[in-house]
């Protein structure tokens, strides 16, 4: 699964992939993004991309209530275009999350050990999701959401966990937002093929409130 992550920008290294668009001034540092919080991503259509803030934690559509425990913060890559909470955003609203590095937790006897993983040589990327237009009957209220997709993990992420984020390539990224079919968006739910940097981090990620810079620094087990 992904269950946290940070985002603390670089969005220059993106404005390729993205093809000029407008990603403004930056957004502020986050080092341990949890799910409930507001998480920066881009989604668009066939008028353009837009850059924007999603809660994360799907709320679809169809719901009555919008529901306050976040659980659906990822979409299995498997089932998406079968499950009802997230088939039709699967088919019409794709997005991609932007992120530096996730956590992960490895099971080990004296309890969980976090690990944060990143990207050498691309420090900002894309990670495919979903989101979702929520309004109440009054139309009072509104909640963009979003859910990030999980697939299998790759040789190296499956020592540390059976699951991963799917991140895409620089070239799949807007093929991703708005794809010529939906057969082209399953096949790029893909475990990531490239080389990951995987190291332990501080068990102080496990406080939700902590955004320290520390909880990225490597530490000796």
Same mark, same amino acid.
């Given at each position: 699964?992904?269950?946290?992550f ?17 990603l ?20 668009g259509n066939?008028k353009?991309?837009k850059?924007g ?9 169809w ?6 425990n976040?659980?659906?913060?990822n979409?299995r ?16 609203r794709?997005?991609?999350?932007l992120?530096?590095?996730f ?5 080990t ?9 990143s990207?050498p040589?691309r420090?900002?990327?894309a990670?495919a ?7 109440s009957f ?26 991963m984020?799917?991140?895409l !390539?620089? =070239?799949?990224?807007? @093929? ?5 079919? %939906? #057969?082209?968006?399953?096949q790029?739910?893909?475990?990531f ?8 981090v !501080?068990? =102080?990620?496990?406080? @939700? ?5 520390h %909880? #990225?620094?490597p530490?000796?087990?």
């Amino acid at each position: 699964m992904c269950g946290r992550f940070v985002f603390f920008d670089q969005l220059e290294t993106l404005k390729g992939e993205l093809s000029g668009l407008f990603l403004g001034k930056g957004t502020s540092p986050r080092y341990n993004i949890s799910p409930g919080s507001e998480v920066f991503g881009v989604a668009g259509n066939s008028k353009g991309l837009k850059a924007g803030y999603f809660q994360w934690g799907l709320v679809p559509r169809w719901a009555a209530e919008p529901k306050t425990n976040f659980k659906m913060i990822n979409a299995r890559a498997e089932t998406i275009d079968q499950k009802k909470s997230f088939k039709e955003a699967f088919e019409y609203r794709r997005c991609v999350i932007l992120a530096n590095g996730f956590f992960e937790w490895q099971k080990t006897d004296p309890g969980k050990q976090p690990y944060f993983i990143s990207l050498p040589g691309r420090p900002v990327f894309a990670m495919a999701a979903i989101w979702e237009r929520w309004r109440s009957f009054d139309l009072q209220s509104e909640i963009i959401s979003t859910s990030i997709i999980t697939t299998s993990a790759n040789e190296q992420m499956s020592l540390i966990h059976d699951r991963m984020p799917v991140i895409l !390539s620089p =070239d799949e990224i807007q @093929g991703w937002i708005r794809p010529d079919s %939906l #057969i082209a968006a399953k096949q790029m739910l893909n475990p990531f093929s490239g080389t990951l940097e995987i190291y332990p981090v !501080s068990r =102080d990620v496990n406080k @939700g409130g902590d955004e320290s810079p520390h %909880l #990225i620094q490597p530490v000796a087990i």
